[in-house]
Structure formats: structure tokens, C-alpha cells
């Protein structure tokens, strides 16, 4: 079992920064693959980030590229949401998912689809005032 744990959202004005954290369980860490997804009101959740904690590259949705930046500290089994020059459009509650990968798929590219990933957070709310 992988439990995870957000924090950090909150209410910021445009161009601001936020950075959220999503805390997981000892268990497989070092095996994680971990995504954030966000749901914006009326839309369907969708997938911002995700990196593997093997390494590899990182993916990131078109929309947020070079303003969001996906990271991880080992020592704290976090992985975290960098924001930069934050938009309305990316008011949303924001989720951390996580996927145990097998050794076959260190290689491969981060998982993206919800249906990869078997273990989420409870979300954290990130609104953007203009």
C-alpha cells in the first residue's frame, strides 16, 4: 500500500508561485512512479506532470511547460509541484498519484494515464485570481 498525502495548495494572484508536496509511505518509494493531475471545475481531471523515481525524464502536459517543474527528496519521500507564474486557468484541485513500477518499466516513459496509476491523494485546491 502506498498512502499520499498533499499540501500546499491555497489562493494566489496571477504570475504568483505555489509550490504543492505530496508525501508518500516508505513502502516502495524508490520504486514510485508519481504523477499530480488537476480537475478544474466542469472539466475532466487530467494529467499536469509525472516522473519516475528511477529517473528518466520527466512529462509534463504543453500547457505548463517551463512554468511547472516536477521534483522529489528522497530523504522526505516527497515529491513535489513547482508552480511558476501561475494562470487562472490553472485554478483546480490538484492530485498526486502514484504507480509501484516493475523492474520492465524503469525504462519506459512516465506513466500519464489515470488508469495507471493505483494510488491517490485526497487533492489540494489551488485557485488563481486574475
Known amino acids: 500500500q502506498v498512502h499520499l498525502v498533499e499540501s500546499g495548495g491555497g489562493l494566489v494572484q496571477a504570475g504568483d508561485s505555489l509550490r504543492l508536496s505530496c508525501a508518500a509511505s516508505e513502502d516502495f518509494f524508490s520504486r514510485l512512479a508519481v504523477g499530480w493531475f488537476r480537475q478544474a471545475p466542469g472539466k475532466e481531471r487530467e494529467a499536469v506532470a509525472a516522473m519516475k523515481l528511477v529517473g528518466g525524464r520527466p512529462f509534463y502536459t504543453d500547457s505548463v511547460k517551463g512554468r511547472f517543474t516536477i521534483s522529489r527528496d528522497n530523504a522526505k519521500n516527497t515529491v513535489y509541484l513547482q508552480m511558476n507564474s501561475l494562470k487562472p486557468e490553472d485554478t483546480a484541485v490538484y492530485y498526486c498519484?502514484?504507480?509501484?513500477?516493475?523492474?520492465?518499466?524503469?525504462?519506459?516513459?512516465?506513466?500519464?494515464?489515470?488508469?495507471?496509476?493505483?494510488?491517490w491523494g485526497q487533492g489540494t485546491a489551488v485557485t488563481v485570481s486574475s
Open positions: 498519484a502514484a504507480r509501484v513500477l516493475i523492474p520492465r518499466e524503469y525504462l519506459s516513459d512516465p506513466p500519464r494515464r489515470e488508469d495507471e496509476f493505483g494510488y
